[in-house]
């Protein structure tokens, strides 16, 4: 096994520190690996089973239908010293904070015509607070200036995973090295994670367990993990036993070969699968609900946007023409949340990531800050790679 680290931006004296790590073995020494670093940087510790049959059926599950996760659960165990067979700890989740975001994502198909490349555009938009800053600030409580917290989004990380036995893939995580908001695999395979219906959202619920099953953020390292195409993920997804530990989310998926589609399910759990037939703007309001093109709503202070951001980058898509990158970047810098659009809430677009699934690459610059006049500062923008050398 073999672990490497780099610094990719911010520091001490900004808002957020991302390092990339690398981290190359069998699945079970990725599993090892990561959960060491959840425990250092969040201070993970597995959560105990309040359910013996629920965790034993959990194990099961994996073990039949996620091989992959299994096995970098062995390595979990094998990091805390427990035994993953006695279904006493849950060893799948290495998290420290909530889950859940805003965010914008725009495709574009690739153009044989003009040598276009197939680019997938995301903005992560989520809280600048702590956990229990935010839970005061909904609550309408005053905040005490004694907080000492960290805020929720302050060490996210890129990890690119390379394993003996498996695709490998690059990805983006807030919080939960088990799982993540958005990557790529070396197959161009690239997923990303938006909320579903902001207007109706709801906070994490502390008193949820983990289910049989994938949850909302583990659901994109399945995909990685098992697919190359998007046939490959529509039958994943749609086959998979999954469930939401937070917010209902909402995910875009697109190939290689140009392909793209929304998955995401109705209040009552009936699946969607909207494919794209062009261009394909997603931001918080259920697609199957408003699909493109369809006259939109007004936005309310609950919405987040959702409705003015899918106008604005339906506008940047225009004539369905490729996109370029540069008019890619230009139309989500153009819809995130600074300090002036934040609707009251304390809310940034803490990154922007750019996918370029005919490179199977994903570039991504971070939020360090405001500057003096109140405008976001962002870290130089970085490239990767899951394409093993």
């Known amino acids: 096994m073999t672990v490497n680290r780099r610094r990719v931006a911010g520091g001490d004296d900004t808002f957020m520190t991302v390092d990339h790590l690398t981290v190359s073995g069998s699945q079970q020494e990725i599993g090892r690996a990561l ?6 940087a969040y201070g993970w510790q597995p959560m105990p089973v309040q359910n013996r049959d629920i965790g034993r059926a959990r194990r099961a599950w994996f073990q039949s239908h996620w091989p992959e996760h299994h096995e970098r659960m062995v390595g979990a165990a094998q990091f805390v010293g427990a035994d993953l067979a006695a279904d006493e700890v849950h060893l799948d989740g290495w998290a420290g904070i909530p889950q859940g975001s805003g965010c914008s994502v725009l495709w574009s198909p690739p153009d044989p015509a003009t040598g276009e490349h197939g680019l997938a555009g995301r903005n992560y938009d989520f809280f600048t607070t702590s956990a229990t800053e935010l839970a005061m600030l909904l609550a309408g409580a005053p ?42 695999n070396e197959a161009g395979l690239m997923i990303t994670l938006l909320i579903a219906d902001a207007e ?20 994109l390292r399945y995909v990685l993990d098992r697919c190359t195409t998007v046939e490959e993920a529509k039958a994943a997804m749609l086959g998979a036993k999954s469930y939401d530990l937070g ?8 190939d290689a070969d140009g392909r793209a589609f929304v998955w995401e399910r109705s209040q009552h759990f009936q699946e969607h699968v909207i494919d794209a037939d062009g261009a394909m703007c997603v931001t918080n309001h259920p697609l199957h609900r408003h699909p493109m093109g369809s006259p939109l709503p ?13 106008t604005a980058l339906q506008q940047h898509a225009g004539d369905d023409r490729a996109m370029t990158p540069e008019r890619m970047r230009a139309g989500l810098d153009d819809v995130r949340f600074t300090a002036d659009n934040g609707d009251g809430y304390p809310i940034r677009t803490l990154w922007r990531t750019v996918f370029d699934v005919t ?25 990767v790679s899951a394409v093993r050398d």
């Open 35 to 40: 959960a060491a670093e959840a425990a250092t």
């Open 143 to 184: 905040v005490p200036e004694s907080l000492d917290e960290a805020p929720m989004s302050s060490r996210p990380y890129l990890i690119t995973c390379l394993p003996d036995d498996g695709l490998a893939s690059s990805f983006i995580t807030m919080n939960d090295l088990s799982g993540c908001m958005d990557g790529i």
């Open 200 to 219: 109706n959202a709801t906070g994490p619920d502390e008193a949820l367990q983990p289910q049989v099953g994938v949850e909302s953020t583990q659901l």
């Open 247 to 254: 917010p209902g989310l909402h995910y875009l998926v697109a």
């Open 298 to 310: 007004q936005d309310n202070p609950e919405t987040m946007r959702t409705y003015a951001r899918s």
């Open 359 to 383: 490179a199977k690459t994903m570039s991504v610059h971070f939020y360090l800050g405001d500057d003096a006049d109140g405008q976001p500062r962002y870290s130089p923008e970085l490239t």
